[in-house]
């Protein structure tokens, strides 16, 4: 599903806002792209995570690089495209 294009400018207006340094780690590539949302799932230790209904997620969404795949996540909370 792609994402809308509201969505889209938002992270890109945030991400020209903090984003200093765009080329890519990794292969120095500045093609990114945005591919949409994710739930990060939080542990308190490095043990097995149980998947319940307690689980504690952290809503991102990710960027990537065009040329090597370097997959960067950008917490939504922060970049304001949504609500605690």
């Known amino acids: 599903m792609a994402l809308d294009a509201q969505t889209v400018?938002?992270?890109?207006?945030?991400?020209n806002e903090k984003w200093n340094k765009k080329e890519c780690h990794l292969c120095g590539?500045?093609?990114?792209?945005?591919?949409?949302?994710a739930n990060v799932v939080l542990g308190d230790?490095?043990?097995?995570?149980?998947?319940?209904?307690?689980?504690q997620t952290l809503p991102a969404i990710t960027v990537s690089c065009k040329t090597c795949g370097n997959t960067h996540f950008i917490n939504a909370i922060f970049a304001r495209l949504v609500s605690k």
Request: aromatic fraction near 12%.
């Open 9 to 15: 400018a938002k992270t890109v207006a945030f991400i």
């Open 29 to 37: 590539s500045n093609a990114w792209e945005i591919n949409g949302f």
């Open 45 to 55: 230790t490095t043990d097995k995570i149980d998947i319940g209904p307690t689980v």
